[in-house]
């Protein structure tokens, strides 16, 4: 009763942030070229850039909008 039906898609939206995570946040990685944090989120297999930023915190705050609207409920924050 406390389950709902997804697909492996949907529910690989529910992992946790990876161990060799630099940045501390999902979707957050460091641009060395730009010299700049950058934001990107993975949907239906196509990785979507979603700007660069002067801090991590700026990136991941763009990331979790942009995954709430892509995700929807199978949206978890890390």
Do not use: M
Not at 4 to 9: D, E, I, P, S
Not at 29 to 55: M, Q, R
């Amino acid at each position: 009763s406390n389950l709902r039906w997804a697909t492996h898609a949907e529910n690989s939206h529910n992992r946790k942030k990876q161990r060799n995570n630099t940045s501390g946040y999902t979707g957050v990685s460091f641009h060395k070229a730009a010299g700049k944090w950058e934001a990107y989120i993975k949907v239906d297999g196509k990785k979507n850039h979603l700007g660069t930023f002067h801090t991590p915190e700026e990136a991941a705050a763009v990331y979790r909008e942009a995954a709430k609207e892509a995700f929807g409920e199978f949206y978890r924050e890390c």
